[in-house]
């Protein structure tokens, strides 16, 4: 049977499965003849919850980090809660109710209290307490606490979905892969599986009901494509994809500590993508040289209101200060388009991607842009920071972003903050005006970044999201490569560095072209740098450079896509089994 | 014993700061109350402080009562007016 789900995190797994279920506790109302002993009962399973979510939170704290484990010491304080506690002994005590219902009736009231809260922080902190009183519950009631931490053989998860308390509590090597009926691409599950690097496929409704335990599956987190109990032809070739996946994973892991150079020595920065302080172990594990791209709008996404200047702060300061001395370039708000926010009030569009979103809104809102400033510049004290701006159209615009942060720089100056002296502000091309006028631009800012994807949306005028017109989107357009040329020897003629941090940035096709266009730096997906390194390695300028000419000759994509891929291919060949030096 | 603090940090009372006030008030035998919104809460209590949903700016009146009051109520006070800065 073929299932497909939401993709949460890469990777390809084989394995049998272990079922979670949450078996539903049954909470009768009767009354008890021993008061005290009961109460004593009590108070023995709360010491017993106690035990067990400080043996999470320790886990937690090794597996996930300080910031991840904060959440189980306020559930150990919710544990021991007086609200909680006291009143459920007062219960049991003046109504004669089993220590069971009683718990049930007050955790039940204190999650509802929070749920009624108008706060949405604080209606999520429902969930922390039920997932608190879910584990006293199960002691009362005699029921094993799901505990992911007892599982001793390797096994593919498969369960409806995970509290927080229980994928801290996992051990990661155990487990190959998630699979879940809920959630999604940012769900907390997803963002767990993939800071420990296990393939995870979420959202796939009914695959509880589907399996049992020591069923076989076979899946790709990337796809979201899953099979039970494949037959033997299936399971051979996910079997092969996933020897190759390993094994040139193995490969590229030998180039971490390499430098970024071409054949013959030019040094090019090959730079993360990043959306939250969260992925910088894979930053770092993949031998990033800094961040060329921080997306800042997920601090945003999936909330009520605007974060506070302190939250983001904290953001970026995570960011800047754990990857120092390394530059990390942040780029303010873009929203609008694709990312709509409902608190931002940016209304209906009839033409989101040419409306009103990211410098566009901001510029209207200066409260958000330099809230969003005053954040970037007391954290640019940790770390090595860059700002750039997304969307710029005209020159103007850049120097009315320019003029906020220069303001805010200077109230942070005159109250005393400890601030970088030195900010380089960069701008994004990613409108086809702003690349014909780069070399206007580049004498007012410090560097160039060009965003492949919208860029070649809006030289070909074709929506990216909409699927009728897919076939027309293309990265290998003349016209998008001869406009990404003439940005770099614009940038070049004023001094300024160019980088690419869309798609095409982690490109291997695009590399050796892009190189040989003079590009300085390549950002992409963590995953992507060392592939990225290893295509580097095997060009020299020479080499790229008559690449270069011979697409910029060509007058259709197809032939120019060709060309690309023939040389990336036959440059990976040579490189693959070449050892490392 | 009791003293009327502002909270200043940008959070205000979230699950971090709730719990770091809990656990410095458990550190003494007096009770502790905290008042804020007309709403008088156990200052013991992480689900009773987050309760009152306090943000930023929003003044709260610490009261112990109790042998170690006056010095649990000023270790409070320090604690808030710090922004939860241990």
Not at chain 1, 52 to 61: I, K, Q, S, T
Not at chain 1, 445 to 460: A, K, M, P
Request: one cysteine or more; a negative charge; aromatic letters at 4%.
């Amino acid at each position: 049977m073929n299932l497909h789900g939401k993709s949460a995190s890469h990777g390809i797994v084989v394995g049998r499965v272990r079922l979670v279920q949450t078996t539903a506790l049954l909470i009768d109302q009767s009354s008890v003849q021993n008061v005290d002993a009961e109460i004593a009962r009590f108070r023995a399973c709360i010491a017993k919850a106690k035990i067990g979510l400080e043996a999470v939170r320790d886990r937690a704290l090794k597996n996930l980090g300080a910031d991840k484990a904060a959440i189980f010491d306020a559930h150990l304080l919710i544990l021991e809660d007086p609200e909680l506690v006291d009143t459920t002994v007062e219960i049991v005590g003046s109504r004669k109710l089993n220590a069971l219902a009683a718990f049930d009736e007050v955790a039940r009231q204190a999650a509802a209290m929070f749920e009624a809260m108008d706060n949405e922080y604080m209606r999520e902190r429902a969930a922390d307490v039920r997932d608190v009183a879910d584990r006293v519950l199960r002691q009362l009631a005699g029921v094993a606490v799901t505990d992911l931490s007892e599982i001793q053989d390797e096994v593919v998860l498969v369960c409806r979905d995970l509290a927080p308390s229980e994928t801290a509590a996992m051990n990661p090597q155990k487990i190959l892969g998630i699979l879940t009926d809920l959630g999604g691409k940012t769900s907390h599950t997803a963002i767990v599986a993939r800071t420990l690097e296990i393939p995870a496929v979420l959202g796939l409704r009914r695959i509880t009901e589907v399996v049992t335990n020591g069923d076989w599956i076979a899946f790709d987190g990337e796809t979201g494509e899953v099979v039970v109990n494949p037959d033997d032809a299936t399971r051979a070739v996910f079997l092969e994809k996933q020897k190759i996946e390993k094994r040139e994973k193995l490969e590229l892991m030998t180039l971490v500590g390499q430098s970024n150079t071409s054949a013959d020595g030019r040094v090019t920065q090959i730079v993360a993508n990043i959306g939250s302080p969260e992925d910088l172990p894979g930053v770092r594990k993949y031998d990033a040289a800094g961040v060329g791209l921080y997306r800042t709008e997920f601090l945003f996404m999936d909330r009520t209101e605007a974060p506070s200047e302190e939250e983001q702060f904290q953001a970026y300061k995570a960011v800047l200060e754990g990857l120092a001395p390394l530059p990390v370039t942040i780029r303010t708000l873009d929203v609008g388009g694709d990312k709509p926010l409902a608190y931002l009030d940016i209304g209906h569009e009839d033409n989101p991607f040419l409306g009103y979103r990211a410098i566009r809104y901001c510029l209207e809102h200066p409260e958000i842009l330099r809230t969003q400033f005053r954040a970037m510049l007391r954290a640019s004290a940790f770390g090595n920071l860059r700002i750039m701006f997304p969307m710029i159209a005209s020159l103007e615009e850049l120097l009315a972003a320019k003029e906020h942060l220069e303001a805010v720089r200077k109230e942070l100056v005159a109250s005393g903050v400890k601030i970088a002296d030195h900010v380089p502000v960069g701008v994004m091309i990613e409108i086809p005006s702003a690349a014909i006028i780069s070399d206007i631009l580049a004498q007012h800012c410090e560097f160039l970044s060009i965003g492949t994807n919208d860029l070649i949306q809006y030289t070909v005028a074709v929506d990216r999201l909409n699927e009728r017109v897919q076939n027309l989107y293309d990265p290998f357009h003349p016209a998008v490569l001869r406009l990404m040329r003439t940005v770099i020897e614009n940038a070049h003629k004023f001094g300024r560095k160019t980088s690419v941090c869309g798609e095409m940035g982690g490109s291997e096709a695009h590399l050796p072209l892009l190189l040989g266009m003079g590009l300085d730096e390549f950002s992409m997906a963590p995953t992507s740098i060392l592939r990225s390194r290893r295509q580097l390695s095997g060009w020299t300028m020479k080499e790229a450079e008559a690449l270069r000419d011979e697409v910029m000759k060509q007058s259709r994509s197809a032939d120019i896509e060709s060309i690309l891929m023939q040389a990336e291919a036959r440059k990976r060949n040579d490189l693959k089994g070449r050892p490392s030096t | 014993m009791e003293k009327t603090v502002r909270i200043l940090n940008e959070e205000g009372l979230h699950a971090r700061p709730a719990g770091l006030f809990v656990k410095k008030a458990s550190e003494f035998v007096s009770t502790v109350e905290v008042r804020a919104n007309g709403m008088a809460k156990n200052g013991k209590s992480i689900m009773a402080l987050m309760s009152l949903g306090l943000a930023k700016d929003a003044e709260i009146t610490i009261t112990a009562k109790g042998a170690d009051a006056s010095a649990a109520v000023e270790a409070l006070v320090d604690l808030v007016a710090k922004k939860f800065q241990l």
